[in-house]
């Protein structure tokens, strides 16, 4: 652990300062860069760049570990819970993928919330911190490299499972764009020691996910065996409020004046400046692209529109099927309950499945 220092914590800046004083100082190491180039970035790596071939073969087994794990739980758990719920087929085959993020999600952010706020790391309430007594090579916290081991391979697993596992979405692309940054992000600050900035970071977006995976589930349920659950729906709207409010707050608020400042202003001469705040900008940038959605979402919700992902797809059958569902749902209600569907149904259904799983979007219309 690093040790603490006794400087007076410097306030929180404004947008305003953080634009004057990054580009300032960005502008400056920009000048005095006069050897940058590709022997100069070799040379970098060779000396300042400290990863292990066991943290390597780590990252992969646990990867992998991720994947067969959900898998597993889907399989023996989320899927007979969707079908004991008797949820909607399009909601049954959605239901798994949220079920597993939330579980992983709350468990990571617990943990980072854990060493922020119950250990002696100053990291929140003080993030130039982050680079207090850093230097090249230096050992990494147990706990601290734990949690990197955990969200690293995690990122790898949501690589493939974006792909091959995961409902395709209108921003499934972005995403996986985003994976790639954050897990060059991890493995870059975990190699080059700045692992304090790194569970700054994850702390300030995985409870947005939590709060994500927990409304799309009240959505799931909130229409099941044929009946409508209030308290679902309830849910799922305080969730979806506590969403939009935490996102700005967390990646467009603290992310840029605490995180991007203590990176780009109070930072020591570290190696590859420009390379790591320029994925950190990235990162803020996919941040406020996706904030769009949540405006559009905003719009529906004061339009009195159901709440719903606005990134999903949506199928001219599966609309014509909801409204028939409307004008008729007792007959809907039967239907949903039956055990054993006819031929043509059941074909509907995987015709269905395909559309929106394995990275397939054919034949889809926004």
Not at 150 to 172: C, E, L, N, P
């Amino acid at each position: 652990m690093m040790g603490a220092q006794t400087e007076d914590v410097e306030p929180m800046p404004g947008y305003l300062e953080l634009i004057s004083r990054a580009s300032s100082v960005m502008l400056k190491a920009w000048r005095d860069c006069s050897q940058c180039g590709l022997e100069l970035t070799t040379r970098t790596l060779l000396d300042h760049a400290y990863i292990t071939w066991t943290e390597i073969a780590l990252f992969f087994f646990c990867a992998f570990l991720w994947t067969q794990i959900r898998r597993g739980l889907t399989e023996s758990l989320f899927k007979p819970l969707a079908q004991w719920c008797r949820l909607l087929p399009k909601d049954a085959a959605k239901m798994p993928e949220s079920a597993w993020k939330l579980v992983f999600y709350t468990m990571s952010w617990c943990y980072s919330t854990y060493l922020l706020f119950f250990t002696s790391y100053p990291f929140f309430h003080n993030p130039p911190s982050v680079f207090y007594n850093w230097k090249s090579g230096m050992p990494v916290p147990i706990d601290i490299a734990i949690a990197y081991l955990i969200q690293g391979s995690f990122y790898g697993h949501s690589i493939y499972a974006t792909v091959y596992m995961d409902a395709w979405r209108k921003d499934s692309a972005v995403m996986v764009v985003h994976h790639i940054i954050t897990l060059a992000l991890i493995c870059f600050s975990y190699a080059f020691r700045y692992h304090n900035v790194g569970i700054l970071v994850l702390f300030l977006h995985d409870i947005n996910d939590i709060q994500l995976e927990f409304t799309k589930l009240n959505v799931y349920l909130k229409s099941r065996g044929g009946g409508y659950f209030l308290l679902n729906d309830v849910l799922a709207n305080m969730g979806s409020v506590s969403f939009s409010i935490t996102w700005f707050w967390f990646r467009l608020y603290w992310f840029p004046l605490k995180v991007l400042y203590a990176t780009c202003v109070s930072v020591p001469n570290i190696p590859f400046y420009f390379f790591f705040n320029t994925l950190l900008l990235a990162l803020l940038l996919m941040n406020i692209y996706w904030f769009l959605f949540i405006v559009i979402f905003v719009v529906k919700v004061l339009k009195m529109k159901e709440v719903n992902d606005v990134r999903e797809y949506e199928e001219e059958e599966g609309a014509k099927a909801a409204a028939g569902l409307l004008r008729n749902p007792q007959a809907a209600a039967i239907n949903h309950g039956d055990d054993h569907p006819d031929d043509d149904a059941g074909h509907h259904n995987a015709d269905q499945g395909k559309h929106v799983q394995n990275g397939i979007a054919k034949e889809k219309h926004l």
